[in-house]
């Protein structure tokens, strides 16, 4: 399970004030503490609402890519300002992301084709609704896999989201179960090895003490690792969360466990 | 997901010492921790070495019976001390338990009709084998369930142990992540709702740093929880892996979730 930072967020203030001053110390700052917790590739999230969306966007990617090459994800739903990233990208990219909603259909998603990126799909119907119950996601999931393909792109860019929404929303805890079944099924459902992606984060938005968000995390992310998931959007700053990911690589692996592999890199 | 401590073990010191001296007062204040740390079952493990098995055992179970009303499970491989056991249970019991192997079939599972007690079935093959392919993992709990169907024996009664192996043991983990494979499949493959038990203390055994055992149990406990497992025998005094199991319930319950269940009892 690939680890990849959500900690470049406009909402986080270190990434405000510094984007606000066009100063690239405090965020190389955080890329490297993010680096060194074992992130394995870093969402970009430049925001709806920022006043200079290309810009904004350019800015954030020069910045990381002047500390790391790790891969990045382009977090907006700008087309003007993913564009404007994906073009300053020296190294692997993904586009996050599109849906069934008509204006991303037509303005994100053949920005995958152009720039060769992989794109992350969500699984989210044309009004901008989230399914909550199990036989609508799925249903949702293959029709996104139907408008991908009818586009002309290859199963191995795809990456589908199958939007973990927070516990504390009515039928938060419901939705978050069928999450972990989507994932399970989805291979057999698409017949395509299509990977899978979750923004852990998204579980405890909205509520709670840090503990409260942390063992929620930390109980959410195994069951999200033994369905198979791919790829996990998380705060690579909660250390229990990169312990956790580490030891769940561990526990569902092929070969031979080692106590040693406990203590390795997150890699 | 019912909590079973498995802290009244021969193998801990302070047990070990009270039996010997026959003081019940050290065995009094560890049940009560455990209860107090959450635990909603006990097991309690007489050793397979016990120079007066059946003594032993009433000792136990009439030790723990002074402290608390919870549920026992009664564990040793003497069927003598299974039924003196038994017989001193004043409250709700199960027998752990047997397996395929003929001495178990013989003089162990009887012991469930005769006393009216739940029983658990180890995935184990006649010969003492612990199947590691998931293939003959399930066709072992297919002919175990068909054993003790054959002995006349409700599915209500009987609870199915996949058997948790050492991480650190050769296809270690292969195994492990069958267990999870058949703890799901498992309502499937037997046509009936049969219960499911795993120990997750096995998983950490033979090795490693106490921190390292905590983690390794964090990891499998919520992947167990996502199989749907039903009772998990667990040190009850390792604080996360309760905080864990009780975050897996609000996770999986049906409902609307509430940040107050996560301080809530384990209940």
Known sequence: MLIIADNLNIMHPVIARALEKRDPEPIRRLVKRCVDAGAQAFDINSGPLSRQPRETMVFLVETVQSVTHLPLVLDTANPAAMAAGLATCAGPVTINGFSLEPDKLERILPLAGQYGADIIGYVIGAHSRVPIDEHEMMSTAVALFEA???????????????????AAWPDGPR?????????????????????????????????????????????????????????????????????????????????????????????
Not at 148 to 166: C, E, F, M, N, S
Not at 214 to 243: F, R, S
């Open 175 to 267: 939705h978050n179960r069928n999450v972990l079944s989507l994932i399970h099924q989805l291979p057999d459902l698409l017949g395509a090895p299509v990977r899978t992606i979750a923004g852990l984060s998204n579980l405890s938005s909205g509520g709670g003490s840090l503990q409260g968000k942390m063992v929620l995390e930390a109980g959410y992310l195994p069951m999200l690792a033994a369905a198979g998931l791919d790829m996990v959007m998380t705060n690579v700053l909660h250390p229990n969360t990169l312990a956790l990911a580490k030891v769940c690589r561990v526990l569902l692996k092929e070969g031979i466990f080692s106590w040693a592999d406990l203590d390795s890199s997150p890699n």
């Open 148 to 166: 991908y393909t009818k586009a002309g792109l290859a199963p191995r860019q795809l990456i589908i989201d199958p939007v973990v929404v927070p």
